[in-house]
């Protein structure tokens, strides 16, 4: 049963640390998507990258935060240093080009 | 920044009622999908309507969109307690080959046994 695979699910860190947050997209898919989701703001999209290159990052904080695709089948995001504002919980979700995503069970994150 | 906002917030029915959730966006889109989450997962894609069409099912689901008002519905018709979850739609936009989706604030629905 093909899925979109986060790590870590959970993470609780101190303020200024660099937490990493990975993702490996469904086999074959060429789009992949990060958001982060909390109750104030809701889903918001921070980053896609489209056969491993960068597409759109413009809402991602560009201080702190970069994500990459290394290769097809991993793609990162970085925060670096953290803040408590960054909790959140962070998605990752891939679609094949027909704009269907599927997503992962996201990376709780805690910033203490 | 969120393109859809959603109608109403929480919903709470008894099983077997219909559930009828609303979406308004902003600006054009090329389609429109409605995703499902529960509690502590990801989200699940139910539908997607395209720009040119009105009206689609899927089993229990019906969707309707309507281009001029910019806004769209969920109708889950014959509600289980196993559709408890919160529902969103999110618009698609394509711009010069790429898209995004930009999704809604959802819906809360409990569907009470």
């Known amino acids: 049963d093909a899925r979109v695979t986060q790590t870590p699910r959970h993470k609780v860190t101190e303020m200024g640390q660099e937490v990493t947050m990975r993702c490996q997209p469904i086999?074959?898919?060429?789009?992949v998507f990060w958001y982060r989701q909390t109750m104030m703001q809701g889903l918001e999209l921070l980053a896609y990258f489209r056969n491993r290159a960068p597409l759109d990052d413009s809402g991602m904080p560009k201080d702190r935060f970069s994500a990459e695709m290394p290769d097809a089948t991993l793609a990162t995001l970085k925060i670096q240093p953290s803040e408590p504002r960054d909790s959140a919980v962070y998605f990752c979700?891939?679609?094949?080009?027909?704009?269907?995503?599927?997503f992962g069970s996201g990376t709780q994150l805690s910033v203490l | 920044s969120q393109q859809g906002e959603e109608d109403p917030q929480a919903l709470s029915i008894q099983e077997g009622e219909n559930a009828t959730m609303n979406c308004s966006y902003k600006?054009?889109?090329?389609?429109l999908q409605w995703y499902r989450q529960n509690s502590g997962r990801g989200l699940v894609h139910l539908i997607l309507?395209?720009?040119?069409?009105r009206e689609k099912h899927s089993g229990r689901l019906r969707v309707t969109l309507d281009t001029s008002k910019k806004s769209s519905s969920l109708l889950i018709t014959a509600s289980r307690a196993a559709d408890t979850a919160s529902y969103f739609c999110?618009?698609?936009?394509?711009?010069?080959?790429?898209?995004?989706?930009?999704f809604g604030s959802g819906t809360r629905l409990l569907v009470r046994p």
């Open positions: 309507i395209r720009s040119n069409e």
């Open positions: 999110a618009t698609v936009s394509v711009m010069d080959s790429s898209y995004k989706l930009i």
């Open positions: 600006t054009s889109i090329n389609n």
């Open positions: 086999l074959g898919h060429n789009t």
């Open positions: 979700a891939s679609d094949r080009g027909d704009e269907k995503l599927f």
